[in-house]
């Protein structure tokens, strides 16, 4: 059994900064890719980031030279250091991440409970 845990939402105002942190737990062999999606209301699930074990990194534009993503590979945890948000970053916010159950062969797919980032104007 394998769980994505996520923390760090909240409400900020605009030109703030929030750091969310997922953390993987389990009976996990191995992480592959990890990363960050957002739903705005109204609208599908869009990559905002992605981070693989080698720590090669991709962002969408719209949160280049803002958003960080980082991970610890011995806590198989992925961070999202967000700055300068906007009131437009507002949305619920989904961890993600390729992982090998210990005794399975079988790379899954699995996702995070989400968490709300809210920023003000």
């Known amino acids: 059994q394998v769980q994505l845990v996520e923390s760090g939402g909240g409400l900020v105002q605009a030109g703030g900064s929030l750091r969310l942190s997922c953390a993987a737990s389990?009976?996990?062999?191995?992480?592959?890719?990890m990363c960050w999606y957002l739903q705005a209301p109204g609208k599908t699930r869009e990559l905002v980031a992605g981070i693989t074990t080698g720590r090669l990194t991709n962002y969408a534009d719209s949160v280049k030279g803002r958003f960080t993503i980082s991970r610890d590979n011995a806590r198989n945890t992925v961070y999202l250091q967000m700055n300068s948000l906007k009131p437009e970053d507002t949305a619920v916010y989904y961890c993600n991440a390729k992982i090998t159950p210990r005794f399975s062969s079988r790379l899954g797919d699995y996702w995070g409970q989400g968490t709300q980032v809210t920023v003000s104007s």
């Open positions: 389990g009976s996990i062999f191995s992480i592959n890719y």
